[in-house]
């Protein structure tokens, strides 16, 4: 059942664009939100995260947008470039469950 | 630190055959975690841990064994190797699994086939 919706599924950009990842999610319990980026052959690695109690997280060029009342949450790219292609993740947790769920992750490719 | 490892990195296996996925972190973290991500799915968990002796179901536990003997080491077991394993399995840690601040750090994958 899947709990975290992601879109889209790919994107292109050009360098300096600014992608734009969605997910939503329908479970009021989560109440921690990280998204991960992976590159080819590795493992996801944490990006950002955010609490629900928050509508907007900064971190250098990253940048979640949360709203808690559409149960929505995004992630901006900002000035992309080409080392920032990758597949982004999307997740949600209930504190204390120790369980992550994830959404079914969007491939970026940043064009030079 | 070496972070978390994980052997082999490819594996091949025939319908009903048994192996064991090996991951191993060096950073005394009490909690780890076994998922698999397939094309459209994205990551599911199978089993995690919480500390040596204490493992717990995740999203897809079957056909899955787990244990913990040692804070370092959490094999991943399957029994009766089937097509639908056929998948790239990551293992990952984090300090206590608290879900809310520690920080999950993954390994870099096993890829199984199973033929």
């Known amino acids: 059942q899947q709990q975290v919706k992601q879109s889209p599924q790919s994107l292109i950009v050009q360098k300096g664009g600014i992608p734009i990842i969605n997910c939503a999610y329908e479970?009021?319990?989560?109440?921690?939100f990280p998204w991960y980026q992976q590159f080819p052959g590795k493992g996801p690695a944490l990006l950002i995260a955010i609490r629900p109690d928050v509508s907007e997280k900064k971190e250098g060029r990253f940048t979640i947008s949360f709203n808690k009342s559409a149960k929505q949450f995004s992630l901006h790219i900002m000035d992309s470039q080409p080392g920032d292609s990758a597949t982004y993740f999307c997740a949600a947790s209930t504190s204390g469950t120790y369980k992550y769920i994830f959404g079914t992750g969007t491939r970026l490719k940043v064009l030079a | 630190n070496a972070g978390v490892t994980q052997t082999p990195k490819f594996q091949v296996l025939k319908t009903g055959q048994s192996m064991t996925l090996q991951c191993a972190q060096d950073?005394?973290?009490?909690?780890m975690s076994w998922y698999r991500q397939d094309p459209g799915m994205g990551l599911r968990l199978i089993h995690y841990?919480?500390?040596?002796?204490?493992?717990d179901q995740g999203e897809v536990p079957n056909g899955y064994n787990v244990s913990r003997s040692t804070t370092e080491d959490f094999p991943l077991r399957l029994l009766s190797a089937a097509p639908s394993q056929t998948s790239v399995y990551f293992c990952a840690s984090s300090l206590a699994g608290n879900t809310g601040t520690d920080t999950q750090y993954f390994g870099p994958g096993t890829r199984l086939t199973v033929l």
């Open positions: 479970n009021t319990a989560f109440d921690y």
């Open positions: 841990s919480v500390g040596a002796g204490i493992t």
């Open positions: 950073m005394n973290h009490e909690y």
